[in-house]
T-cell receptor, first 114, second 115 residues
Framework: AQSVSQHNHHVILSEAASLELGCNYS??????LFWYVQYPGQHLQLLLK??????LVKGIKGFEAEFIKSKFSFNLRKPSVQWSDTAEYFC????????????FGGGTRLMVKP | NAGVTQTPKFQVLKTGQSMTLQCAQD?????MYWYRQDPGMGLRLIYY???????DKGEVPNGYNVSRLNKREFSLRLESAAPSQTSVYFC??????????????FGPGTRLTVT
């Protein structure tokens, strides 16, 4: 079974700092990759997704992620964070042999200080 | 469209009590899911329903039952609640996209406390 690791559990940044959140997965076959965001008190929303093509994926609100197949990674980046980016971020993987099931990482809680 | 809706938003139960969490979606999706979210563990799949009339166990099904009442509704039942079931429960539904990709849409969650 596939697993997803998010090594940063808590990240604290000041506004305008750059952000990179790590995500690694353990599955050797074809995968679809997702980042979800959960703002305080709200449900999960899709930030961006990758399923083929350009490994650099751009999402909403200035976020992007790069799929590096050789490293089994899909790290999330943003050049300059804002206070409103304070949220919990989840990486998720869909392995092509798992139908439409998602496996989630443990989440990274980001706090941006104004 | 309301998307995915869940009731109730909050619930407190005593150990041994039973309850049903309700979920409905108005997007005509075939697949629906129940997850629980616990700190540091992300979301873990409890049960899913690939289509109306079918249900399957996920990663953590013990202590739960589900019913896919129709295409719109997918309920989660706790027959005898335990403190270990204190969690936030999310329902989701998914739509197929091009190339075999599925995108899941989540409800607002139910925060359950079992004392």
């Amino acid at each position: 079974a596939q697993s997803v690791s998010q090594h940063n559990h808590h990240v604290i940044l000041s506004e305008a700092a750059s952000l990179e959140l790590g995500c690694n997965y353990s599955y050797g076959g074809t995968v679809n990759l997702f980042w979800y965001v959960q703002y305080p008190g709200q449900h999960l929303q899709l930030l961006l997704k990758y399923f083929s093509g350009d490994p650099l994926v751009k999402g909403i609100k200035g976020f992007e992620a790069e799929f590096i197949k050789s490293k089994f990674s899909f790290n999330l980046r943003k050049p300059s964070v804002q206070w409103s980016d304070t949220a919990e971020y989840f990486c998720a993987v869909n392995a092509h042999n798992a139908g439409n099931m998602l496996t989630f990482g443990g989440g990274t809680r980001l706090m941006v200080k104004p | 469209n309301a998307g995915v809706t869940q009731t109730p938003k909050f619930q407190v139960l005593k150990t041994g009590q039973s309850m049903t969490l309700q979920c409905a979606q108005d997007m005509n999706h075939n697949s629906m899911y129940w997850y629980r979210q616990d700190p540091g563990m992300g979301l873990r799949l409890i049960y899913y329903s690939a289509s109306e009339g079918t249900t399957d166990k996920g990663e953590v099904p013990n202590g739960y039952n589900v019913s896919r009442l129709n295409k719109r509704e997918f309920s989660l039942r706790l027959e005898s609640a335990a403190p270990s079931q204190t969690s936030v429960y999310f329902c989701a539904s998914s739509a197929p996209l091009a190339g075999g990709l599925y995108e899941q849409y989540f409800g607002p969650g139910t925060r359950l406390t079992v004392t």
